[in-house]
Protein backbone atom coordinates (compact mmCIF):
# COMPACT_ATOMS: atom_id res chain seq x y z
CA UNK A 1 0.00 0.00 0.00
CA UNK A 2 1.06 3.39 -0.94
CA UNK A 3 0.15 6.61 0.52
CA UNK A 4 0.85 10.11 -0.41
CA UNK A 5 -0.32 13.48 1.45
CA UNK A 6 -0.02 16.88 0.12
CA UNK A 7 -1.26 20.67 0.92
CA UNK A 8 -0.89 23.94 -1.05
CA UNK A 9 -1.89 27.02 0.28
CA UNK A 10 -3.34 27.59 -3.76
CA UNK A 11 -2.75 30.79 -5.34
CA UNK A 12 -4.87 32.81 -4.20
CA UNK A 13 -4.88 33.15 0.04
CA UNK A 14 -2.29 33.77 2.34
CA UNK A 15 -2.97 31.61 4.82
CA UNK A 16 -3.59 27.91 4.83
CA UNK A 17 -6.42 27.03 6.64
CA UNK A 18 -6.64 23.12 5.25
CA UNK A 19 -4.56 20.63 8.00
CA UNK A 20 -3.81 16.82 7.27
CA UNK A 21 -2.72 13.96 9.16
CA UNK A 22 -1.29 10.43 8.67
CA UNK A 23 -1.14 8.64 11.57
CA UNK A 24 0.24 4.94 11.99
CA UNK A 25 0.13 1.81 14.47
CA UNK A 26 1.78 -1.31 15.00
CA UNK A 27 4.66 -0.66 12.32
CA UNK A 28 2.06 0.69 9.74
CA UNK A 29 -0.34 -2.00 9.72
CA UNK A 30 -2.71 0.57 11.08
CA UNK A 31 -3.71 4.26 9.42
CA UNK A 32 -5.66 7.24 10.39
CA UNK A 33 -5.74 9.47 7.45
CA UNK A 34 -7.51 13.05 8.39
CA UNK A 35 -8.40 15.97 6.50
CA UNK A 36 -9.89 19.18 7.66
CA UNK A 37 -10.76 22.66 6.28
CA UNK A 38 -11.06 25.24 8.76
CA UNK A 39 -13.30 28.46 8.52
CA UNK A 40 -14.61 31.12 10.98
CA UNK A 41 -12.87 33.78 12.41
CA UNK A 42 -9.63 35.57 12.40
CA UNK A 43 -7.59 32.78 13.22
CA UNK A 44 -10.40 30.23 13.41
CA UNK A 45 -9.86 28.61 10.56
CA UNK A 46 -6.53 27.45 11.08
CA UNK A 47 -6.86 26.72 14.73
CA UNK A 48 -9.96 24.64 14.52
CA UNK A 49 -8.77 22.25 12.06
CA UNK A 50 -5.15 22.09 13.32
CA UNK A 51 -6.68 21.20 16.35
CA UNK A 52 -9.34 18.46 14.72
CA UNK A 53 -6.02 16.80 12.94
CA UNK A 54 -3.39 17.09 16.14
CA UNK A 55 -6.87 15.82 18.23
CA UNK A 56 -7.75 12.62 16.13
CA UNK A 57 -3.92 12.07 15.90
CA UNK A 58 -3.82 12.25 19.86
CA UNK A 59 -6.56 9.86 20.27
CA UNK A 60 -5.44 7.22 17.89
CA UNK A 61 -1.95 6.80 19.09
CA UNK A 62 -3.13 6.19 22.38
CA UNK A 63 -6.37 4.08 21.97
CA UNK A 64 -6.95 0.43 23.01
CA UNK A 65 -5.47 -1.07 19.83
CA UNK A 66 -8.35 -3.95 20.40
CA UNK A 67 -11.07 -1.01 18.72
CA UNK A 68 -9.25 -1.52 15.27
CA UNK A 69 -10.76 -5.33 15.14
CA UNK A 70 -14.12 -4.61 13.54
CA UNK A 71 -16.44 -2.15 11.83
CA UNK A 72 -18.37 -1.51 14.39
CA UNK A 73 -15.58 -0.98 17.14
CA UNK A 74 -13.59 1.24 14.68
CA UNK A 75 -17.17 3.46 14.08
CA UNK A 76 -17.65 3.73 17.95
CA UNK A 77 -13.75 5.19 18.44
CA UNK A 78 -15.02 7.77 15.60
CA UNK A 79 -17.96 8.62 17.20
CA UNK A 80 -16.37 9.17 20.51
CA UNK A 81 -13.56 11.10 19.15
CA UNK A 82 -15.79 13.50 17.21
CA UNK A 83 -18.04 14.34 19.85
CA UNK A 84 -14.57 14.95 21.98
CA UNK A 85 -13.48 17.15 19.87
CA UNK A 86 -16.30 19.09 18.83
CA UNK A 87 -16.50 20.04 22.51
CA UNK A 88 -13.09 21.01 22.54
CA UNK A 89 -13.52 22.92 19.66
CA UNK A 90 -16.46 24.71 21.28
CA UNK A 91 -14.97 25.92 24.51
CA UNK A 92 -11.65 26.98 23.04
CA UNK A 93 -13.76 29.35 20.44
CA UNK A 94 -16.03 30.29 23.62
CA UNK A 95 -12.22 31.15 25.54
CA UNK A 96 -10.96 33.03 22.70
CA UNK A 97 -12.92 35.88 21.11
CA UNK A 98 -10.37 35.78 17.74
CA UNK A 99 -12.20 32.08 17.24
CA UNK A 100 -15.24 33.12 17.47
CA UNK A 101 -17.29 31.33 14.97
CA UNK A 102 -14.75 28.53 13.75
CA UNK A 103 -15.01 25.02 12.79
CA UNK A 104 -14.00 22.64 9.97
CA UNK A 105 -15.23 19.70 8.22
CA UNK A 106 -13.72 16.42 8.25
CA UNK A 107 -12.26 13.46 6.74
CA UNK A 108 -11.40 10.41 9.21
CA UNK A 109 -10.34 7.06 7.83
CA UNK A 110 -9.37 4.63 9.77
CA UNK A 111 -7.84 1.52 7.71
CA UNK A 112 -7.36 -1.48 9.05
CA UNK A 113 -5.84 -3.83 5.83
CA UNK A 114 -8.71 -4.00 3.39
CA UNK A 115 -11.30 -2.43 6.08
CA UNK A 116 -11.77 1.06 5.88
CA UNK A 117 -14.00 2.73 8.53
CA UNK A 118 -14.55 6.38 7.14
CA UNK A 119 -15.74 9.46 9.12
CA UNK A 120 -17.19 12.61 7.18
CA UNK A 121 -18.69 16.15 8.31
CA UNK A 122 -19.17 18.60 5.93
CA UNK A 123 -18.10 19.15 1.99
CA UNK A 124 -14.78 17.62 1.85
CA UNK A 125 -15.34 14.52 0.48
CA UNK A 126 -13.51 10.72 -0.01
CA UNK A 127 -13.36 8.94 -3.50
CA UNK A 128 -12.73 5.40 -4.24
CA UNK A 129 -11.39 3.93 -7.51
CA UNK A 130 -11.58 0.31 -7.77
CA UNK A 131 -12.60 -3.32 -10.02
CA UNK A 132 -16.14 -1.61 -9.75
CA UNK A 133 -15.50 2.10 -10.99
CA UNK A 134 -14.81 5.65 -9.64
CA UNK A 135 -17.68 6.73 -7.03
CA UNK A 136 -17.66 9.18 -4.58
CA UNK A 137 -18.41 8.04 -1.38
CA UNK A 138 -19.50 10.72 0.96
CA UNK A 139 -22.12 12.74 0.52
CA UNK A 140 -21.44 16.83 0.60
CA UNK A 141 -23.68 18.58 3.80
CA UNK A 142 -24.02 21.90 1.83
CA UNK A 143 -26.40 23.99 0.37
CA UNK A 144 -25.39 23.36 -3.02
CA UNK A 145 -25.86 19.55 -2.29
CA UNK A 146 -29.52 19.95 -1.02
CA UNK A 147 -29.48 22.17 -4.39
CA UNK A 148 -28.58 19.13 -6.57
CA UNK A 149 -30.70 16.44 -4.85
CA UNK A 150 -33.79 19.14 -5.59
CA UNK A 151 -32.81 18.91 -9.00
CA UNK A 152 -32.53 22.90 -9.35
CA UNK A 153 -28.52 22.86 -10.25
CA UNK A 154 -26.49 20.76 -11.90
CA UNK A 155 -23.23 18.67 -10.04
CA UNK A 156 -21.05 21.60 -12.63
CA UNK A 157 -23.40 24.25 -11.87
CA UNK A 158 -22.69 23.32 -8.16
CA UNK A 159 -18.95 23.96 -8.66
CA UNK A 160 -18.79 27.58 -10.14
CA UNK A 161 -22.38 28.24 -7.54
CA UNK A 162 -22.09 31.62 -5.62
CA UNK A 163 -23.33 29.36 -2.41
CA UNK A 164 -20.82 26.36 -2.57
CA UNK A 165 -18.71 27.46 0.37
CA UNK A 166 -21.83 27.61 2.68
CA UNK A 167 -22.31 23.97 4.87
CA UNK A 168 -24.78 22.44 6.71
CA UNK A 169 -22.88 21.02 9.18
CA UNK A 170 -19.26 20.96 10.72
CA UNK A 171 -16.70 19.86 13.47
CA UNK A 172 -16.88 22.44 16.63
CA UNK A 173 -19.95 24.54 15.41
CA UNK A 174 -23.11 23.82 16.92
CA UNK A 175 -23.45 21.84 20.68
CA UNK A 176 -23.63 18.76 18.82
CA UNK A 177 -22.23 17.01 15.48
CA UNK A 178 -23.69 13.66 14.06
CA UNK A 179 -21.00 12.59 11.65
CA UNK A 180 -21.44 10.27 9.33
CA UNK A 181 -19.53 6.74 9.54
CA UNK A 182 -19.16 4.78 6.19
CA UNK A 183 -17.94 1.11 6.12
CA UNK A 184 -15.57 0.54 3.05
CA UNK A 185 -13.40 -2.17 1.64
CA UNK A 186 -10.30 -1.21 -0.09
CA UNK A 187 -9.62 -4.76 -2.01
CA UNK A 188 -6.41 -5.00 -4.06
CA UNK A 189 -6.42 -3.15 -7.15
CA UNK A 190 -7.90 -0.22 -5.84
CA UNK A 191 -7.68 3.51 -4.13
CA UNK A 192 -8.90 6.27 -1.59
CA UNK A 193 -8.73 9.98 -1.86
CA UNK A 194 -9.73 12.53 0.71
CA UNK A 195 -9.65 16.01 0.35
CA UNK A 196 -10.98 19.19 0.70
CA UNK A 197 -13.36 20.97 -1.35
CA UNK A 198 -10.43 23.19 -2.99
CA UNK A 199 -9.82 20.16 -4.95
CA UNK A 200 -13.44 19.06 -5.88
CA UNK A 201 -14.61 22.20 -6.46
CA UNK A 202 -12.32 22.61 -9.31
CA UNK A 203 -11.38 19.14 -10.88
CA UNK A 204 -14.52 16.78 -12.27
CA UNK A 205 -15.11 13.16 -11.45
CA UNK A 206 -13.33 11.58 -15.01
CA UNK A 207 -10.71 14.38 -14.67
CA UNK A 208 -10.16 13.13 -10.55
CA UNK A 209 -10.22 9.06 -11.89
CA UNK A 210 -7.27 9.61 -14.36
CA UNK A 211 -5.40 11.33 -12.24
CA UNK A 212 -5.76 9.10 -9.55
CA UNK A 213 -4.84 5.71 -11.46
CA UNK A 214 -2.61 7.82 -13.75
CA UNK A 215 1.41 7.28 -14.43
CA UNK A 216 4.00 8.23 -11.34
CA UNK A 217 4.01 7.48 -7.60
CA UNK A 218 1.14 7.91 -5.19
CA UNK A 219 3.11 10.96 -4.47
CA UNK A 220 3.34 12.11 -7.92
CA UNK A 221 -0.02 11.56 -8.77
CA UNK A 222 -1.20 13.20 -5.17
CA UNK A 223 1.27 16.39 -6.57
CA UNK A 224 -0.57 16.18 -10.05
CA UNK A 225 -3.77 16.73 -8.24
CA UNK A 226 -3.19 19.77 -6.80
CA UNK A 227 -1.04 21.00 -9.67
CA UNK A 228 -4.06 20.66 -12.07
CA UNK A 229 -6.52 22.49 -9.84
CA UNK A 230 -3.34 25.45 -8.62
CA UNK A 231 -4.04 25.10 -12.77
CA UNK A 232 -7.43 26.47 -12.87
CA UNK A 233 -7.12 29.42 -10.37
CA UNK A 234 -6.20 28.06 -7.05
CA UNK A 235 -8.53 30.44 -5.03
CA UNK A 236 -9.18 28.26 -2.08
CA UNK A 237 -6.13 25.76 -0.16
CA UNK A 238 -5.78 22.25 -1.61
CA UNK A 239 -5.37 19.04 0.24
CA UNK A 240 -5.22 15.83 -0.62
CA UNK A 241 -4.24 12.11 1.08
CA UNK A 242 -4.31 9.34 -1.56
CA UNK A 243 -4.17 5.17 -0.39
CA UNK A 244 -3.29 3.47 -3.47
CA UNK A 245 -3.71 -0.11 -2.51
CA UNK A 246 -2.58 -1.48 -6.49
CA UNK A 247 -5.30 0.79 -8.58
CA UNK A 248 -2.80 1.09 -11.12
CA UNK A 249 -1.26 -2.19 -11.53
CA UNK A 250 -4.89 -3.61 -11.45
CA UNK A 251 -5.08 -0.49 -14.58
CA UNK A 252 -2.37 -1.75 -16.52
CA UNK A 253 -3.19 -5.44 -16.19
Known amino acids: MEVAVRTHVGMKRRINEDRTGLFTREGGRFLLAVVADGMGG ?12 EGFGEEF ?5 SFLSSDNSRADWLSDVTERLNRSLLEHARSNEECRGMGTTLEAAVIAGKEVTLCHIGDSRTYRLGPE ?8 HSLVSLLVDS ?14 NFIMKALGTDDTVEPDIIPLRLPEGSALLLCSDGLSNKLGDTEIAEAVAGEGTATERADALVDLANER ?6 SVILIDNGVREADAG
Open 233 to 238: GGEDNI
Open 42 to 53: HNGGDTASRMAV
Open 61 to 65: GKADI
Open 133 to 140: GFEQVTKD
Open 151 to 164: GEITEEEARIHPKR
